[in-house]
């Protein structure tokens, strides 16, 4: 027993002698895809003599496989690069984390750093817009990089509702490019994205998906108006509502509509301002004759319009007055026929021809006594008195004298006053001398006035009541000139200011309308071809008032004034060599509140601050229900500066160009 032991620890002692160490000096990465390489290098050193296999076995979650064997006879320290392809067909479907188990024999030797093995894509958008329009050419453009953070070279394959799209990721980017369809419902849509990597063989190492949501605006495509009934008799009310239709006629509410009933010749004889769905009423008038009259729907450029019928209406009213019956057309047509009258038991037949609106009045007689009088709708008990019954028909000459002769006798006697009062409120010479002189001179600067606007203006501009055109939010800046009478006609150098103010507007793409004292310049977007004009606007004033300031400088006829900026609703309607426009709500009024209010400041309103990128320094100012505020300056923002720059230095250039045409002449 003693000499086996001893054997058996000498045998150990060789094994242990004869033992090979072994290390990576290369580690593996950190993230592995498939389709990658990992590529290691195992440091086998040797004791002596070394006879075994080597084996390394890559060990995930999910399972285990050997990707090497090797018998090694060796004697001394070798590198062994070990290359294991990250492919199904050589590892399976082994994924998550991972490490490379290395035996000697059946015994583990050295386990690698741990590792992950992924088929994983990582799918990012580009500069992602979260809404479109039916009809949009929509381009959606992205990244695709595998978690071990190299590009992706695969196939996209996209989807959105029914409609399908593929295409190629290069160099991790991809570009999807489709229009959508013009009657895209509107709404969330569902896009699904794949993107995928795979061998010539068609089968997936990577994949990635990506799902997000498309939203699809509702866009008014048509206007329609919906009338309670195509026909209806006068004094009724007319029942009705704007439909504004989406992409797919699908309704859209909520939305403001300018509604406006035009007679047979197409005149407008009532506005309505409404909202889609909601219901509007229009009172036809009583005496208003047969005809077809239109209801018209303005809104989002769109317009459309509904006709209905005023039908005949022959209509008779009654009234008694003690003995006197008046009989009135209030229908809507001439009246041919006869009336029946009742008095009692008896009727008389009273043949009428009346035109609309016209009367005719009976005098009543009967035997004395009470009795039922029924004449149309119209039943009343009367006392009468008489020999017989008998309907006797009012001469209208004799019923109409007697006003005419009181209408007569007092204008006599209004003539007798006004003369007895001239006689004996007779004024002093000198003062009927001097009162002839202040008359006179009011009426020459009236004369003048009338006759003589400010300017000459080339472009022809209109304010319009009713106009169909472009509807736009526009900056409105108001002059309110308060010495309107002393410079109306223009001499002291009064009329080239204001051609002056007007040049500079229209270098802006504005144009000027000019309404009694009030000068007007307007910024629609129709014509500035932009939509931000509140920056110009403010610019545009500051330039005026510094006219204005140096003309009061220069000239002994001064301009008193004050300036606005505003902003609101217009809409624009441009033919050639005249612009008509309208103004929406309470835009011009409140201009001119803020401008008369103003002396020789501009006032900037509070609705123009809330729609201006820009701030500026002024103290509030309220005029009644009205805020403004007081333009000392306007914030000069480095992102603005170069264009505030470039719009004074522009001004400034005019402005010596002007005064060295003056020198010169």
């Not at 005809?291 to 729907?297: D, G, K, L, P, Y």
């Not at 459309?304 to 009234?319: K, Q, T, Y």
């Not at 002769?405 to 004996?424: D, E, H, Q, R, S």
Request: hydrophobic letters at 35%; charged letters at 25%; one cysteine or more.
């Amino acid at each position: 027993m003693k000499k086996i032991l001893i054997t058996l620890i000498l045998g150990l002692f060789l094994v242990s002698f004869v033992s090979a160490g072994m290390s990576f000096s290369i580690q593996p990465h950190s993230v592995y895809n498939f389709g990658d390489k990992i590529n290691t290098t195992l440091d086998i050193s040797s004791n002596g003599e070394f006879n075994e296999i080597i084996s390394i076995n890559l060990k995930c979650g999910n399972g285990e496989v050997q990707v090497y064997k090797e018998f090694l006879s060796l004697s001394e320290n070798i590198q062994k690069n070990v290359m294991v392809p990250v492919v199904k067909n050589f590892i399976g479907n082994l994924s998550g984390e991972c490490k490379l188990d290395v035996f000697s024999g059946n015994k583990l030797e050295i386990s690698s750093s741990l590792f992950k093995v992924s088929n994983s894509l990582k799918i990012e958008f580009l500069n992602w817009k979260d809404s479109f329009t039916p009809n949009e050419q929509i381009r959606i453009e992205g990244s695709a990089i595998k978690e071990n953070g190299n590009n992706v070279d695969g196939t996209y394959f996209a989807t959105i509702d029914d409609n399908n799209f593929s295409g190629e990721v290069n160099n991790g980017e991809f570009s999807i490019s489709f229009k959508s369809p013009s009657d895209f419902l509107a709404g969330n849509h569902k896009f699904i994205l794949k993107i995928t990597e795979e061998e010539k063989n068609g089968e997936i190492l990577n994949y990635g998906e990506k799902v997000t949501f498309l939203n699809v605006l509702q866009v008014p495509i048509s206007i329609e108006v919906v009338l309670d009934k195509k026909d209806i008799l006068p004094g009724e009310k007319l029942k009705g509502k704007v439909v504004l239709h989406d992409q797919t006629g699908e309704s859209i509410p909520r939305v403001e509509v300018y509604v406006a009933v035009k007679n047979n010749n197409g005149e407008i004889i009532k506005k309505i301002i409404s909202k889609t769905e909601t219901p509007f009423e229009y009172l036809v008038e009583k005496n208003q004759s047969p005809s077809i009259f239109q209801v018209s729907a303005y809104s989002n450029d769109l317009i459309n319009g509904a006709d209905f019928n005023i039908l005949e209406n022959r209509e008779i009213s009654s009234e008694i007055i003690n003995r006197t019956l008046t009989l009135t057309n209030t229908g809507n047509i001439f009246y041919e026929g006869d009336l029946i009258l009742y008095i009692g038991l008896d009727n008389v037949s009273i043949p009428l021809s009346l035109p609309v609106g016209g009367y005719e009045r009976y005098t009543l007689s009967a035997p004395d006594g009470d009795y039922d009088i029924t004449v149309g709708s119209l039943k009343k008990r009367v006392s009468l008195s008489g020999n017989a019954i008998q309907v006797q028909k009012i001469n209208q000459t004799e019923y109409s004298f007697t006003p005419f002769i009181w209408t007569f006798v007092l204008v006599v006697l209004a003539f007798g006053a006004y003369f007895i009062f001239k006689k004996w409120h007779k004024p002093h010479t000198f003062a009927r001398s001097k009162k002839q002189k202040n008359v006179k001179k009011i009426s020459e600067i009236r004369s003048v006035h009338e006759s003589i606007p400010v300017f000459d203006s080339k472009k022809k501009v209109e304010l319009s009541l009713s106009i169909v055109g472009t509807k736009q939010n526009a900056t409105l800046g108001c002059i309110s000139i308060k010495n309107y009478p002393e410079i109306s006609s223009g001499q002291g150098n009064v009329k080239e200011t204001f051609l002056r103010i007007e040049q500079i507007v229209e270098e802006n793409k504005g144009f000027v309308y000019q309404n009694e004292s009030y000068l007007f310049f307007i910024l629609a977007p129709a014509i500035t071809r932009t939509f931000k004009n509140q920056k110009v606007g403010v610019l545009i004033s500051q330039q005026i008032k510094n006219i204005l300031n140096e003309h009061n400088k220069k000239f002994k006829q001064r301009i008193e004034f004050g300036i606005s900026v505003n902003y609101g609703t217009v809409i624009t309607k441009i033919e050639s060599n005249k612009i008509q426009f309208m103004s929406l709500g309470t835009l011009i009024t409140t201009s001119k509140k803020l401008a008369s209010f103003s002396l020789g400041e501009i006032i900037v309103s509070d609705k123009l601050l809330e729609n201006m990128e820009e701030k500026i320094k002024g103290d509030l100012v309220q005029v009644g229900s009205l805020k403004g505020y007081k333009l000392e300056n306007l914030v000069d923002k480095n992102s603005h500066s170069t264009f505030i720059k470039g719009f004074l230095a522009r001004q400034e250039r005019d402005k010596l160009k002007e005064t060295n045409s003056e020198k010169k002449n």
